[in-house]
């Protein structure tokens, strides 16, 4: 576990945002992380409790608690308190194909669900987990790691969303052969084009990218499946196929324009 007393005697620290006026001059990430001595005092924060409700990814009275993927939070912020960032990776992995995604576009639900949180500062397992992934790339940890045995199967992978991505991964690391066929220029569907650079820059995903590519994993950009290349072809050429296509189909949210007549009106349109 980490220290003890450590939520008692360590408060919060979170990453430095840059002032308004100089973030508004781009738009990229805007955080400055904390340096590594200073991100294993927040791992000291985590107590590890006897209930661990922040790895409990579950549903109470219709709402999400905890993390979905169910990461081992309390183990990884012990190993980034002691210092052994690279067993820390290995355990944030197991449950996590993509820590270099959420870890930056996660709404951080274990740590609305941090026992800590109860009566004072949730620990900042969200950062901590920035802290292991990134640190990972520096001492090379994250490379890429082929699997040395390979099945012959092959997979066509449709859509290279959050979910195809996650599929191609843990499929190829079974061994499989795997392709991923992607309607638009660039991969990454939800994670390229969805979410803003301030939030995850592209080089982000373009990284994670080359290194799937170096475990074996082929991707195939500006081909829609159905039009460019017919179903009964790729039935006839893969082992099996996944659907991972998203839902581009806008939702109307249904607003309406309001429009300012005078101080004392105000209409609907």
């Given at each position: 576990m980490g220290k003890p007393t450590g939520f008692m005697e360590y408060k919060r620290e979170t990453s430095v945002s840059e002032k308004p006026l100089e973030r508004i001059k781009n738009f990229?990430?805007?955080?400055?992380?904390?340096s590594k001595e200073e991100q294993q005092?927040?791992?000291?924060?985590?107590?590890?409790?006897?209930?661990?409700?922040?790895?409990?990814?579950?549903?109470?009275?219709?709402?999400?608690?905890?993390?979905?993927?169910?990461?081992?939070?309390?183990?990884?912020?012990?190993?980034?308190?002691?210092?052994?960032?690279e067993q820390a990776y290995n355990r944030l992995k197991k449950t996590n194909n993509f820590p270099e995604f959420t870890s930056r576009v996660c709404p951080a639900l274990c740590e609305a669900a941090c026992t800590c949180g109860n009566w004072g500062d949730a620990v900042t397992c969200k950062e901590n987990e920035h802290g292991i992934i990134e640190n990972a790339y520096e001492k090379g940890y994250a490379a890429a790691k082929p699997p040395k045995v390979r099945t012959g199967k092959k997979v066509a992978v449709i859509g290279s969303g959050p979910a195809g991505?996650?599929?191609?991964?843990?499929?190829?690391?079974?061994?499989?052969?795997?392709?991923?066929?992607?309607?638009?220029?660039?991969?990454?569907?939800?994670?390229?084009?969805?979410?803003?650079?301030?939030?995850?820059?592209?080089?982000?995903?373009?990284?994670?990218?080359?290194?799937?590519?170096?475990?074996?994993?082929?991707?195939?950009t500006g081909t829609d499946v159905g039009k460019d290349v017919k179903a009964a072809k790729l039935l006839k050429e893969y082992d099996r196929i996944v659907l991972?296509?998203?839902?581009?189909?806008?939702?109307?949210?249904?607003?309406?324009t309001f429009i300012v007549g005078n101080k004392n009106t105000l209409s609907r349109s």
């Open positions: 990229n990430e805007f955080h400055t992380p904390l005092i927040q791992g000291a924060r985590c107590m590890n409790c006897g209930v661990p409700f922040c790895q409990s990814g579950m549903n109470i009275m219709g709402m999400t608690s905890g993390c979905p993927l169910h990461n081992l939070v309390p183990e990884w912020n012990d190993l980034v308190y002691t210092g052994n960032w991505l996650a599929a191609a991964d843990q499929l190829n690391k079974r061994g499989h052969l795997v392709t991923v066929y992607e309607r638009d220029d660039r991969v990454g569907g939800l994670l390229m084009y969805g979410i803003p650079n301030m939030k995850l820059e592209k080089w982000v995903i373009d990284r994670k990218i080359a290194i799937m590519k170096e475990e074996g994993i082929t991707f195939i991972a296509c998203g839902a581009k189909n806008p939702r109307d949210i249904k607003a309406g």
